[in-house]
T-cell receptor
Framework: GAVVSQHPSWVICKSGTSVKIECRSL??????MFWYRQFPKQSLMLMAT?????????EQGVEKDKFLINHASLTLSTLTVTSAHPEDSSFYIC??????????????FGPGTRLTVL | AQSVTQLGSHVSVSEGALVLLRCNYS??????LFWYVQYPNQGLQLLLK??????LVKGINGFEAEFKKSETSFHLTKPSAHMSDAAEYFC???????????FGGGTRVLVKP
């Protein structure tokens, strides 16, 4: 199956700093990627939809100035958590839409990035 | 708007017993339905999906699910649980393939020896 990677897998940062998380589709081109957030023992909540070459679409209640998304190429989307605070600590998961493989239209998920803000 | 309800946040089964995870959805258009599994500190792995056609869908690791439109359900089953099935399971819905997913609350499965 298609592979989506995330980097880093774990990150610890100090309060007030910014953290960048990368999401890459390794063997297919993804015009659309999605960013989800998962709190401990909870479900995934969609944060935003990232489209290559255009601005991301944020879900209601998600601060676009705090969670900066850039989708500069067909294989890379980045999520930057700006001025991170402890309440931003969470598990961030991306998915990438594969629209070309075998005529199917499927989302593939990355392994997630655990962010801890001290 | 779409929504997904998973009945039971925790399910405990004995090894070899039937696994049944319940999922009910709400959608204003014909839904695309998914089941994913998540192991600790990992991303999501697709177990199976329903888009169109046959309502009984077979997935990986011996799991299957049946789409019942009249009941707005998409329950996941496995005839015989293995210890390796212990994980968190998520049901999800979308209105079109490749669109954003709406997830249920998840069901954590514990398998007892």
């Amino acid at each position: 199956g298609a592979v989506v990677s995330q980097h880093p897998s774990w990150v610890i940062c100090k309060s007030g700093t910014s953290v960048k998380i990368e999401c890459r589709s390794l063997d297919f081109q993804a015009t659309t990627m999605f960013w989800y957030r998962q709190f401990p023992k909870q479900s995934l909540m969609l944060m935003a939809t990232s489209n290559e070459g255009s601005k991301a679409t944020y879900e209601q209640g998600v601060e676009k100035d705090k969670f900066l998304i850039n989708h500069a190429s067909l294989t890379l989307s980045t999520l930057t958590v700006t001025s991170a605070h402890p309440e931003d600590s969470s598990f961030y998961i991306c998915s990438a839409r594969d629209y070309s493989r075998s005529g199917t239209d499927t989302q593939y998920f990355g392994p997630g990035t655990r962010l801890t803000v001290l | 708007a779409q929504s997904v309800t998973q009945l039971g946040s925790h399910v405990s089964v004995s090894e070899g017993a039937l696994v049944l995870l319940r999922c009910n959805y709400s959608s204003s258009v014909p839904p695309y339905l998914f089941w994913y599994v998540q192991y600790p500190n990992q991303g999501l792995q697709l177990l199976l999906k329903y888009t169109t056609g046959a309502t009984l869908v077979k997935g990986i690791n011996g799991f299957e699910a049946e789409f019942k439109k009249s009941e707005t359900s998409f329950h996941l089953t496995k005839p015989s649980a293995h210890m390796s099935d212990a994980a968190e399971y998520f049901c999800a819905v979308t209105k079109a393939a490749g669109n954003k997913l709406t997830f249920g609350g998840g069901t954590r499965v514990l398998v007892k020896p």
